[in-house]
């Protein structure tokens, strides 16, 4: 792969790359890099970690950085469908990504912040997020999988989570454990994947994603440094950063329609003479798009909205662009007919990695419930 010139890159006043600079550059990289890479992600042979650095350098890790109280996730979605209009794995990895800068940058323990947050926002850290087990537990569908114990300067940890993605044996993710003997008191952290009594197992190959670094994680009595507390009471924090949990997983989906529009218009030459008696044509596919973009900008703007009907809008925009995920690329198979069957198209590709946008936490079900339980 050829080297990218990151150092051309516009910078603002703090020293950061301006927004359209970084979805730019990453929007290159997608098209160049990570192109010829996306089967081989898609069918586990392939796990870009040098591509993430490059991300990282691009500055694809750093834009939703907390300024006096307030952030705009706008850049950091935006580049995330960059990479999701090539790759859905990429994406959804690039959200791993985002999420654990998220949480280090909203930590209360200054001593993490400054330890991580230049290395995850960079991606000389690279990691992910433990929270689709936390995540169902707060809503009623499961109980917590970790279980820690106060020691001196930490907690020992035990349990296992099933699936964590964008992992290796030096990067690190945020979960939460429940504290023993003490029931609804959580506590949110870094798990340090190189630590010894911490142990990654490779899991079942999957319909698609399997070049996504995911593992099923086990903690065999692991100690948890105090200084590796992202949230010693966990669930003020998973309000805080909740939404932006959230909306960053927007980018995922926007991506994948966007080319599964071009795909539609791709076959329109050929087919379009059949084509035009199926139901679903781009145009709608189009004004959707633009309706969900549009919607996940303004509240991409205001991620620590604590208004109950801002949280709402945004269970209900999470919902809204599965559904069409798996809608656009269901189409996109039909209007590409059997030339979209073969292992060889990317609309086989697109359609099972819309069903993961549809699946993964919070899933299609879960995002129901939560809004016949708001």
């Keep these: ?75 950091a979605i935006q580049s995330i469908s960059a990479l999701g ?47 689709s087990n936390p995540m169902k537990t707060f809503f009623g569908i499961e109980k917590f999988k970790l279980r820690g114990r106060k020691v001196d300067g930490g907690y020992v940890i035990r349990g296992a989570l099933p699936w964590v993605s964008n992992l290796g044996p030096d990067h690190f993710f945020g979960t939460i454990f429940e504290v023993e003997g003490k029931p609804g008191e959580i ?39 105090d200084d590796l507390i992202l949230a010693a009471s966990a669930g003020p924090f998973v309000k805080k950063i909740r939404a932006g949990f959230i909306l960053l997983q927007a980018g995922m989906a926007t991506g ?28 709608d596919f189009q004004d959707l798009l633009t309706g969900l973009e549009t919607e996940t900008m303004q509240l991409a703007r205001d991620p620590y909205n604590t208004d109950d009907g801002y949280w709402r809008q945004v269970v209900a925009l999470r919902l809204k662009a599965g559904e069409a995920s798996v809608a656009a690329a269901h189409a996109a198979m039909l209007h590409c007919g059997a030339r979209g069957y073969l292992k060889s198209h990317r609309a086989q590709r697109r359609l099972r990695e819309a069903y993961f946008v549809a699946i993964v936490t919070p899933a299609t079900k879960q995002l129901r419930k939560m809004l016949a339980e708001a």
Excluded at 35 to 52: M, Q, R
Excluded at 105 to 117: H, Y
Excluded at 207 to 217: E, K, N
Excluded at 258 to 272: Q, S, T
Aim: include cysteine; charged fraction near 15%.
């Design 1 to 75: 792969m050829s080297p990218v010139a990151v150092s051309r890159l516009p910078v603002d006043e703090a020293g950061d790359h301006s927004p359209a600079s970084v979805v730019a550059e990453v929007a290159a990289i997608a098209r160049r890099d990570l192109a010829p890479l996306a089967a081989g992600i898609d069918d586990g042979t392939v796990y870009p970690a040098e591509l993430l650095r490059r991300l990282g350098d691009a500055g694809a890790w750093g834009t939703h950085k907390p300024l006096n109280g307030a952030a705009d996730l706008c850049c």
């Design 85 to 131: 209009e090539v790759c859905g794995a990429t994406a959804f990895m690039a959200w791993c990504q985002n999420t654990l800068a998220w949480y280090v940058m909203n930590s209360g323990n200054p001593a993490l912040t400054a330890r991580f947050a230049e290395g995850v926002s960079t991606g000389k850290i690279l990691g992910g997020t433990g929270l």
């Design 187 to 225: 506590v949110m952290f870094l798990a340090d994947c190189s630590d010894p009594a911490i142990t990654l197992t490779p899991c079942q190959p999957f319909l698609a994603m399997d070049g996504t670094g995911t593992y099923g994680v086990q903690f065999r009595d692991a100690f948890i440094s």
């Design 256 to 283: 994948l329609i966007r080319d599964c529009i071009a795909i539609m218009n791709e076959v329109a030459g050929p087919l379009g003479h059949v084509n035009r008696f199926l139901p679903q044509q781009p145009i």
